[in-house]
């Protein structure tokens, strides 16, 4: 009994579909390097370049790697298509008798080892850079607690920091607003400048300078945290009992918001980091400013030990 023949779709039809799966591939591979480098806006998928020549330079790192792996993804992918259209079964082809080839063996082996090699050159000489710490004009401590930041002042132009540090926690108003029961919208939660900043905004940023480099001793006082800001380029981990040494710059005056990188505990999600860049003259009468509060606040605290008067604070 001769079986029905069931008629296969047409080559060019077929090419056609394949052709149009490719394109719309690539067009979805492409969408992350058209996003604005600049400024981060809706449904973005890319990183953004940063705010310093650090940062700028591992955006551009990333970049060259992903375009890289698109190189790869078209090649290898491209042959598996190839093959699969042009030697299918329908066409009459059949599998091919060979064990191995020991020319394509060494190009498949060769090839990568190169590409690893020129891939591996820049990423360890911008590791390097991003880990120099050298010449740096402010140090700040910032240590990760369940579940908030510490910022202690260190140092500033080669001078120590007198006793300027606080704690910056997740704002009230969003804190109130997480709460299940608290009856507050997450959407009222708005800042002084129309900006919906629900989890977004703290008690107390940190303050630093532009045009300066900084260096970042990060470590934690209970779990593992981690500290990031996109602006910045890099993301350390807050180890309890370790000092990461890291250092970054802000060309820009402006507000950088991260977050905690690390799944720290219950409140994770509520430990947001804002830095506020501002011109070097407002951080100076600003340092100035939080040293003499903490100094009138010592002599406070020492006059109600001692029982003598304080001094007259203006």
Same mark, same amino acid.
């Given at each position: 009994? /001769?079986?029905?023949?069931?008629? &296969? *779709?047409?080559?060019?039809?077929?090419?056609?579909?394949?052709?149009?799966?490719?394109?719309?591939?690539?067009?979805?591979?492409?969408?992350?390097?058209?996003?604005?480098?600049? =400024?981060?806006?809706?449904?973005?998928?890319?990183?953004?370049?940063?705010?310093?020549?650090?940062? =700028?330079?591992?955006?551009?790192?990333?970049? *060259?790697? %992903?375009?890289?792996?698109?190189?790869?993804?078209?090649?290898?992918?491209? *042959?598996?298509?190839?093959?699969?259209?042009? %030697?299918?079964?329908?066409?009459?082809?059949?599998?091919?008798?060979?064990?191995?080839?020991?020319?394509?063996?060494?190009?498949? /082996?060769?090839?990568?080892?190169?590409?690893?090699?020129?891939?591996?050159?820049?990423?360890?000489?911008?590791?390097?850079?991003?880990?120099? /710490?050298?010449? @740096?004009?402010?140090?700040?401590?910032?240590?990760?607690?369940?579940?908030?930041?510490?910022?202690?002042? &260190?140092?500033?132009?080669?001078?120590?920091?007198?006793?300027?540090?606080?704690?910056?926690?997740?704002?009230?108003? @969003?804190?109130? *607003?997480?709460?299940?029961?608290?009856?507050?919208?997450?959407? @009222?939660?708005?800042?002084? =400048?129309?900006? +919906?900043?629900? &989890?977004?905004?703290?008690? +107390?940023?940190?303050?630093?300078?532009? +045009?300066?480099?900084?260096?970042?001793?990060?470590?934690?006082?209970?779990?593992? =945290?981690? %500290?990031?800001?996109?602006?910045?380029?890099?993301?350390? !981990?807050?180890?309890?009992?370790?000092? +990461?040494?890291?250092?970054?710059?802000? !060309?820009?005056? $402006? /507000?950088?918001? $991260?977050?905690?990188?690390?799944?720290?505990?219950?409140?994770?999600?509520?430990?947001?980091?804002?830095?506020?860049?501002?011109?070097?003259?407002? %951080?100076?009468?600003?340092?100035?400013?939080?040293?003499?509060?903490?100094?009138? !606040?010592?002599?406070?605290?020492?006059?109600?030990?001692?029982?003598?008067?304080?001094?007259?604070?203006?």
């Amino acid at each position: 009994m /001769t079986q029905p023949v069931i008629p &296969l *779709a047409q080559p060019t039809a077929f090419r056609r579909a394949v052709r149009a799966l490719l394109a719309l591939a690539g067009a979805l591979l492409a969408v992350p390097a058209l996003a604005n480098p600049e =400024h981060p806006s809706p449904w973005q998928l890319n990183l953004t370049r940063g705010d310093s020549g650090l940062s =700028h330079d591992v955006w551009d790192l990333h970049m *060259a790697v %992903f375009y890289v792996c698109i190189g790869i993804g078209v090649v290898v992918y491209g *042959a598996m298509v190839y093959a699969l259209i042009r %030697f299918r079964k329908s066409k009459g082809a059949k599998p091919a008798g060979f064990t191995h080839n020991t020319t394509l063996e060494v190009v498949w /082996t060769v090839i990568p080892v190169l590409i690893l090699i020129g891939l591996a050159y820049p990423a360890t000489h911008l590791l390097v850079y991003e880990n120099n /710490t050298n010449g @740096s004009q402010l140090t700040v401590k910032v240590t990760g607690i369940q579940w908030m930041w510490r910022y202690d002042y &260190l140092s500033y132009l080669g001078q120590p920091v007198n006793r300027v540090g606080f704690l910056s926690k997740l704002a009230e108003d @969003s804190n109130v *607003a997480r709460q299940a029961d608290s009856g507050v919208s997450p959407w @009222s939660v708005v800042s002084a =400048h129309g900006v +919906h900043d629900y &989890l977004l905004d703290v008690t +107390h940023p940190l303050v630093v300078p532009t +045009h300066t480099k900084i260096q970042f001793l990060i470590t934690a006082a209970d779990v593992i =945290h981690g %500290f990031w800001v996109p602006a910045l380029g890099w993301q350390a !981990d807050a180890i309890p009992g370790q000092i +990461h040494d890291a250092w970054g710059k802000f !060309d820009t005056p $402006g /507000t950088y918001r $991260g977050q905690c990188a690390q799944l720290c505990g219950q409140d994770h999600a509520y430990m947001p980091i804002v830095i506020k860049a501002v011109p070097r003259a407002e %951080f100076q009468q600003w340092l100035v400013d939080q040293e003499n509060r903490s100094r009138m !606040d010592a002599i406070s605290r020492t006059a109600e030990v001692t029982g003598a008067p304080a001094a007259p604070q203006g």
